[in-house]
């Protein structure tokens, strides 16, 4: 009898890991993981365990700025995480098998005075950078004014783009276009391969606190049915254009938030299609669960009652507003703790 995990994949779901951990990426890559993403919360909890600390020693050695140390060790990880995951990439033809690297989150911080053009030019220049001589890593772009409009000139010059910060139709439309205009500035469109992070569960925690009028079937329901709606409009963009690389849904944030949810709800709910990003702790989880096997799910909305009652009480153009701020504050932040942990490292090693 196959293992949860196993029967998810059997379904169609590409499994990513929300971790550069090595031994949890060699873990999960055992359990049918094809592809991993960094963070900067990821990376400062790496370095606070103490298991890296001859490596920053060295790089403490060469670098005095902080900041470049927490770059130089999130490449380092990355590229660990890359060699992982390289067969996959050369088996599926770089359909799959990359690992995500996130661009500077202080560019979105709330004390940053540069304007959007000025962002874009930021995000254009590390993008390359961090791009350059890597064939399985992808360059995670946030769905802001600045890194959409950088988005098609990265993906013009080469750069394979996850776009992330997600929460609306509309910020997919956008960044999934502007991925569009660049790849036909390229001599070899057929190459590109771009992923799109739609963040779940954060919604839900919205509407509980936000729109508390909702009919209980349906408090609970408004991310999956965000999520899968994109989904749908992606599936139906993607069907005339005939590519041989997917442009993939990546389900993000499928950890639940509601005490009393099931640790499987958004990946039960979602499997069968696409890519699901989830945390090593819900990974474990889904393995726990006896007996359990998925189907394909991702297809199959909510009643039509629940949709109505959701499109008439969620003004999805407010929650978007609303989630961008705070996803914007736990963008930034975390880049501050690494840099911070890497100066407490400096003054311990």
């Known amino acids: 009898?196959?293992?949860?995990?196993?029967?998810?994949?059997?379904?169609?779901?590409?499994?990513?890991?929300?971790?550069?951990?090595?031994?949890?990426?060699?873990?999960?890559?055992?359990?049918?993981?094809?592809?991993?993403?960094?963070?900067?919360?990821?990376?400062?909890?790496?370095?606070?365990?103490?298991?890296?600390?001859?490596?920053?020693?060295?790089?403490?050695?060469?670098?005095?700025?902080?900041?470049q140390v927490a770059w130089r060790m999130t490449d380092r990880l990355v590229r660990g995480a890359q060699d992982v995951f390289l067969p996959v990439w050369e088996e599926t033809k770089g359909d799959d098998g990359y690992v995500s690297f996130e661009l500077d989150p202080l560019l979105e911080d709330v004390d940053c005075t540069l304007s959007v053009a000025e962002k874009r030019d930021r995000y254009?220049?590390?993008?390359?950078?961090?791009?350059?001589?890597?064939?399985?890593?992808?360059?995670?772009?946030?769905?802001?004014?600045?890194?959409?409009?950088?988005?098609?000139?990265?993906?013009?010059?080469?750069?394979?783009?996850?776009?992330?910060?997600?929460?609306?139709?509309?910020?997919?439309?956008?960044?999934?276009?502007?991925?569009?205009r660049g790849a036909q500035r390229r001599d070899d469109p057929e190459a590109v391969k771009s992923v799109y992070s739609i963040f779940i569960s954060r919604i839900d925690v919205y509407t509980a606190k936000h729109v508390r009028d909702l009919y209980p079937e349906a408090q609970g329901e408004v991310g999956l049915l965000n999520v899968k709606r994109i989904w749908s409009d992606n599936e139906a963009w993607c069907q005339d254009k005939k590519l041989p690389l997917r442009q993939e849904i990546v389900f993000a944030s499928t950890g639940v938030k509601t005490k009393g949810d099931p640790p499987d709800k958004y990946v039960a709910a979602l499997a069968g299609s696409d890519i699901q990003t989830n945390p090593p702790e819900t990974?474990?989880?889904i393995q726990e669960i006896a007996g359990k096997t998925y189907?394909?799910?991702?297809?199959?909305?909510?009643?039509?009652?629940?949709?109505?009652?959701?499109?008439?009480?969620?003004?999805?153009?407010?929650?978007?507003?609303?989630?961008?701020?705070?996803?914007?504050?736990k963008f930034a932040d975390p880049q501050k703790g690494l840099i911070a942990a890497i100066a407490e490292k400096r003054e311990q090693l």
């Not at 963070?39 to 890296?52: E, H």
């Not at 950088?150 to 776009?163: H, K």
Request: proline share 6%; net charge negative; hydrophobic share 40%.
């Open 1 to 67: 009898m196959p293992t949860p995990l196993e029967s998810l994949i059997a379904s169609g779901t590409k499994l990513w890991l929300d971790s550069v951990d090595p031994d949890l990426v060699r873990s999960n890559r055992e359990l049918g993981a094809t592809w991993s993403t960094s963070n900067p919360v990821i990376i400062a909890n790496l370095v606070k365990t103490g298991r890296f600390d001859e490596v920053l020693k060295g790089l403490i050695a060469e670098e005095p700025n902080d900041e």
């Open 124 to 180: 254009l220049s590390l993008g390359k950078r961090w791009a350059e001589g890597h064939r399985n890593r992808m360059i995670k772009v946030p769905a802001t004014p600045g890194g959409l409009a950088a988005l098609e000139e990265l993906v013009a010059v080469g750069v394979c783009p996850n776009v992330t910060l997600i929460f609306s139709e509309r910020q997919y439309q956008l960044a999934r276009e502007a991925v569009w």
């Open 283 to 285: 990974n474990e989880a």
């Open 295 to 329: 189907a394909r799910t991702v297809d199959q909305f909510p009643p039509d009652a629940v949709q109505q009652e959701i499109d008439a009480k969620v003004d999805f153009e407010r929650m978007e507003q609303v989630l961008m701020e705070e996803g914007l504050k």
